[in-house]
């Protein structure tokens, strides 16, 4: 794992993404009320840019007729046919036994630096 120091700190402002190409890799690093994720900016399914939403909730299981949201800002949802991927794993939210998964990596804020490791 090589460590990237991808900009300053205020550079992510809180509640916003953006991409980082690391050799040729376009990564999406999300900064979620102060806390950092990364995910690859290719969904695993056919490809499409998982930086275009940015990080949603979901739907609780609960009880018939009743509707509980939660988890906000813990779930990517792809553009193009709308597979969910836990943001902090990259796994599939429907399918978390499945392959189909979204590559994460570590990001760190490590003074005023923000570093990725890929
Ligand atoms: S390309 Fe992401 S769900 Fe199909």
Sequence with gaps: MTRHVIG???EFPDDT?????????DIAVFNVGGAFHAMRNACPHKG???CTNAPTGMMLESAPDVYDWGREGEIVRCPWHGF???????????APQLKLRARVYKVDVEGEEVALYV
């Design 8 to 10: 300053k700190l205020d």
């Design 17 to 25: 993404r953006r991409v980082v190409d690391i050799d040729g890799v």
């Design 48 to 50: 499409a840019p998982l």
């Design 84 to 94: 969910e991927f836990n943001l902090s794993d990259g796994k599939s939210v429907v």
